[in-house]
């Protein structure tokens, strides 16, 4: 009995103890949180750099996409060669954009355009993920070579290959074609890559389990790979949407008849010869750059998802 009065007088006094240091501990780490930010917080100097750094990048990339719609809004009487232009449009106007439809068959340029993007990113979604799911989940003879020779073709620049590239889309008949734009985009080997990353992220015991309980290759894929590289495909897509959709020199090479012309090449016909009106050229710019805004701001939450993730679901 004495030892259990002993012990009950010693717990006694230790739990108050322990609660006013506590007490006093969290005291402490509140008002150094108070006074210096927080364990790890960024001191005033740093965030002003931090800042100052945003700002920089901020002008380096939106001030010209700014001045871009600015000289597209501004009237045939705004000098934009001046000294010291105007930010603002002093005399804002649409009429640039109707001149544009006007000088050149721009909703034409932009279908053409639209055809080559929708083969190219149906090719790499199709495609790279079939691959990208043989190399990281299927065992077969020259497996490894055949990824050597992947990487080995991210080596090159695409101005090495482009003249090959051309003789073989002559030979096959589809120079002149919106085809034979497309067909050297289908299937990019950097979005391979990725989805070989992707279906890797998937755990091995996931993929086991399934050929336990006797799913095919096609099944593993459909219900088990898929659903877990969402992200990463929606990635791939906007790339390759965005990589068609920009390119300029190689349409500019296969293409000869103005029918088939993309949006990129037919926007050359905006500088003249012998006049160059930077209103229109703006216009034009904005026009073909508007689908890449409603991609992106349709798919953003699926991309950052599949950035952050690496594509493999929590």
């Not at 979005?191 to 086991?208: C, G, S, W, Y």
């Not at 389990?209 to 006797?214: E, S, T």
């Not at 805004?293 to 349709?298: N, W």
Request: charged share 15%; proline share 6%; glycine share 10%.
């Amino acid at each position: 009995m004495a030892d259990m009065k002993t012990r009950e007088v010693t717990t006694g006094d230790a739990v108050p103890a322990l609660r006013s240091s506590s007490g006093r501990h969290a005291g402490l780490v509140r008002r150094r949180g108070r006074g210096r930010g927080g364990f790890g917080a960024p001191g005033p100097g740093e965030l002003v750099l931090r800042y100052t750094l945003l700002l920089v990048v901020l002008a380096i990339t939106v001030l010209p996409f700014l001045w871009q719609v600015s000289t597209s809004l501004k009237g045939p009487y705004e000098d934009v060669f001046a000294q010291t232009p105007s930010f603002i449009p002093l005399q804002p106007t649409l009429e640039n954009y109707a001149k544009v439809a006007a000088t050149i068959p721009v909703w034409t340029y932009a279908l053409n355009s639209l055809i080559v993007a929708v083969i190219v990113v149906c090719g790499n979604a199709i495609g790279a993920t079939l691959a990208g799911f043989a190399l990281a989940r299927l065992e077969f003879r020259g497996a490894k070579l055949l990824l050597a020779l992947f990487l080995s073709t991210l080596v090159l620049p695409g101005e090495v290959t482009i003249i090959s590239q051309y003789l073989t889309v002559r030979g096959m008949g589809l120079a002149d074609t919106l085809l034979g734009v497309a067909l050297p985009g289908t299937i990019g080997m950097l979005n391979v890559l990725l989805m070989r990353t992707a279906f890797q992220a998937i755990p091995k015991e996931m993929d086991e389990a399934a050929v336990i309980d006797g799913a095919t290759p096609w099944q593993r894929l459909v219900h088990l790979g898929l659903p877990n590289v969402r992200g990463m495909l929606s990635v791939i897509t906007i790339f390759a949407f965005i990589g068609a959709w920009d390119d300029f020199l190689w349409p500019l090479i296969v293409l000869n008849d103005p029918k088939n012309f993309t949006l990129t090449v037919g926007l050359q016909y905006l500088n003249g010869t012998f006049t160059a009106n930077p209103r229109l050229i703006a216009a034009g710019t904005m026009i073909s750059f508007l689908p890449i805004v409603i991609l992106f701001a349709s798919l953003q939450r699926f991309f950052f998802r599949g950035v952050a993730e690496g594509a493999i679901k929590g």
